[in-house]
């Protein structure tokens, strides 16, 4: 949770956010994920996908309601937007290429259990 952490506090200084709220949702994102590890290892990987994608949007929503409420000037929708399109696009191929390097085939995460 520490590298969640960090990398949230790296993209807060690198979107112009208080510094805090988007490692707050990278950290609540995380979690989530970490309690339902288990469904996700036996689920398809479009169901996985697809959840990161609204996971991605949620948590960006989290953050422009946390800087709208702290009466900070909140950025701009259409900036979330393609931030959610850019981490749902990139999810594929950091998934394949984590699976290579680490030698975990599909077979052996299904039969998982």
């Known amino acids: 949770m520490v590298m969640v952490f ?30 339902n590890r288990r469904y996700f290892a036996r689920t398809s990987f479009l169901r996985e996908w697809m959840a990161l994608a609204f996971a ?12 709208l409420l702290t009466f900070a000037q909140p950025p701009f929708v259409s900036d979330l937007l393609h931030q ?22 599909w077979s052996r995460v299904e039969m998982a259990g």
């Not at 960090?6 to 979690?31: F, Q």
């Open 84 to 105: 959610c399109l850019y981490t749902a696009m990139i999810y594929p191929l950091f998934i394949f290429v984590l699976r290579w390097i680490l030698r975990i085939g």
């Open 6 to 35: 960090a990398l949230g506090l790296v993209r807060d200084m690198l979107t112009d956010v208080p510094i805090g709220a988007g490692a707050l949702s990278l950290v609540l994102v995380a979690e989530v994920f970490k309690a």
């Open 56 to 67: 991605a949007a949620a948590g960006s929503m989290f953050v422009w309601t946390l800087v």
